[in-house]
């Protein structure tokens, strides 16, 4: 295996290897000192390892990777979550990559303690623009019950939270904790009740054909996820306290 800025290439013995991609989401994907590292992207490194599958990844924006998995342009990519849009140009694994639990950050000084999206009512909440949460929040904002500030990306999003510009920030919750780290802000909690707890997965572009692949990796995630090797892996990037 080597690695590369942008990619990190895991083919093996000259095999036309898959071109997968993922994007900059720490814990589970991310770029430092010119290495590709987090959870996902050892959980990749470990699926071609066990079923001796080439794949060469790279990180792409959001944006853009979904685009290159409707056009055919990459192989492969993770982890989306299944929706019926998706569906028409995606194969998804039966088994996820990981659980996405949104989660409400608030200001220590100011607690709002979530128990239902009607606890929320007059608060202004800071999203990051194109982020999707649930219908039933987005119901809850159409219906005027709070507000929505949108912003470039959860970091923003926290210091705005930090002056106290805004009541909470709503976010993945261990890609949230991990930013908190990096921004050295104490002054933000998280609400232990998620709004909502959401598989991902990794998915095959329709384009190229690679359905077949999905039970074997399929069985390869079953036993990476039973065998403590997740476990390892997820603590290994995003130990908790």
């Known amino acids: 295996m080597s690695a590369g800025k942008p990619s990190l290439a895991l083919a093996q ?17 991310f770029e430092e000192d010119g290495e590709l590292g ?11 390892k066990r079923l001796d599958l080439p794949i060469n990844l790279q990180l792409m924006p959001w944006k853009r990777m979904i685009f290159a998995m409707q056009n055919g342009s990459i192989d492969c990519m993770f982890a989306a979550f299944r929706t019926p849009e998706r569906e028409t140009f995606m194969d998804f694994t039966n088994a996820p990559f990981h659980v996405t639990s949104f989660a409400f950050f608030t200001h220590k000084d100011r607690p709002v303690e979530f128990k239902s999206l009607e606890s929320l009512e007059g608060l202004t909440i800071g999203l990051v623009s194109g982020i999707r949460t649930s ?5 809850a904002v159409e219906a005027g019950l709070f507000k929505v500030e949108g912003a ?26 991990e930013a908190l780290k990096t921004l050295n802000l104490s002054s933000i909690r998280v609400d232990p009740r998620p709004l909502t707890a959401t598989a ?3 998915t095959f572009s329709k384009a190229r054909g690679h359905a077949d692949l ?15 090797t997740y476990e390892r892996i997820f603590r290994k990037y995003a130990a908790t306290n």
């Open 200 to 202: 991902a997965y990794l």
């Open 152 to 177: 470039n990306s959860v970091e923003a999003n926290f210091k705005k939270l930090d002056r106290k510009r805004i009541d909470a920030v709503l976010f993945n919750r261990h890609v949230g904790e």
């Open 135 to 139: 219908p039933k929040f987005d119901a």
């Open 214 to 228: 999905i039970p074997g990796i399929d069985a390869v995630l079953f036993d990476i996820l039973t065998d403590g």
């Open 13 to 29: 013995d000259g095999k036309v290897a898959l071109e997968c991609a993922t994007n900059e989401f720490r814990p589970f994907g």
């Open 38 to 48: 987090g959870v996902e992207v050892d959980l990749i490194g470990e699926i071609s």
